[in-house]
């Protein structure tokens, strides 16, 4: 079963010590749409952006993979 509503979810490593800084990201959308929504946690009634599934999965590909440098 798959719905249109976003069901939002953060990061297990989130916490309220980090200032609040984290992402959701409700990944039930991809079977459906095929598009991942992500958004600020400090703002749930925001704007949200929208990635396609293969870029998302990229993007998280690349983090574990450590491309990107933490400052």
């Given at each position: 079963m798959t719905t249109d509503s976003p069901r939002w979810f953060?990061?297990?490593?989130?916490?309220?010590?980090?200032?609040?800084?984290?992402?959701?990201?409700a990944a039930n959308l991809v079977a459906s749409r095929g598009v991942v929504p992500v958004r600020d946690s400090k703002d749930p009634h925001g704007p949200a952006l929208v990635f396609p599934a293969e870029t998302w999965s990229a993007f998280v590909a690349g983090v574990k993979a450590g491309d990107f440098p933490t400052a």
């Open positions: 953060k990061s297990s490593y989130s916490n309220p010590g980090n200032g609040g800084d984290c992402v959701e990201v």
